[in-house]
């Protein structure tokens, strides 16, 4: 299985800061990597897929990079909704796995 | 576009339940539907999928529930079915069905509200 890991694990910040989440892949896993945002008690919502294009009706403050095994989510300047639980999720092999998670907070 | 899963409930160890997922708003026949599950103040689990029937209606299940759990769909319903087996406490979590529009590649852009799984004495 492709063991997916987040850094950090949570995550301190102030509304307007940019912030940086990422993600290891255990191997190679192209681009097929996705970045959803979780907030309590709701469903995951798709933010960003194969790694750099953002989905419809998500604000282009979200952007992702990377290829191979070493990939980021960037939130250009946070904005009050932003304050949530990212994570990342490989579709390139099964079993799909996701990384732990990155709660984002405000400081 | 929307899932809508039904089901959950309290259930004891070693007990069953089905869940189901009701889609509209796609062409749900050549979808391949997941779940995915999360524990209580837990991460995001794939549960497993199952693929479309032109795909060959195959199954693929996360270890946690490989020979407990099984997938199937009924497309003239439109709907995706869990049946779960054999239950323990760690099965305790929040169940999504979830599908991919685009294809299995590129992120889970539907997701269902979530039904509640307690499996407890």
């Known amino acids: ?3 997916m890991t987040q850094s950090p694990s949570s995550l301190s910040a102030s509304v307007g800061d940019r912030v940086t989440i990422t993600c290891r892949a255990s191997q190679s896993i192209n681009s097929y990597l996705n970045w959803y945002q979780q907030n309590p008690g709701k469903a995951p919502k798709l933010l960003i897929f194969a790694a750099s294009s953002l989905q419809s009706g998500v604000p282009s403050r979200f952007s992702g990079s990377g290829s191979g095994t070493d990939f980021t989510l960037t939130i250009g300047s946070l904005q009050p909704e932003d304050f949530a639980t990212y994570y990342c999720q490989q ?5 799909v796995t996701f990384g732990q998670g990155t709660r984002l907070e405000i400081k | 576009v929307q899932l809508v899963e039904s089901g959950g409930g309290l259930v004891k160890p070693g007990g069953s339940l089905r869940l189901s997922c009701a889609a509209s708003g ?3 026949n050549t979808a391949w539907m997941n779940w995915v599950r999360q524990a209580p103040g837990k991460g995001l689990e794939w549960v497993g999928r199952i693929k479309s029937k032109t795909d060959g209606g195959t199954t693929d299940y996360a270890a946690p529930v490989k020979g ?6 009924d497309d003239s319903k439109n709907t995706l079915y869990l049946q779960m087996n054999s239950l323990k406490t760690e099965d305790t979590a929040v169940y999504y069905c979830t599908t991919a529009l685009r294809g299995r ?17």
Do not use: A, E, K
Request: zero cysteines; hydrophobic letters at 30%; a neutral charge.
């Open chain 1, 1 to 3: 299985d492709i063991q």
């Open chain 1, 91 to 95: 579709t390139y092999s099964s079993p």
């Open chain 2, 26 to 28: 796609f062409t749900f």
């Open chain 2, 68 to 73: 407990r759990f099984t997938f199937s769909r």
């Open chain 2, 105 to 121: 590649y590129y992120g889970m852009d539907v997701w269902g509200q979530g039904t509640t799984v307690t499996v407890s004495s």
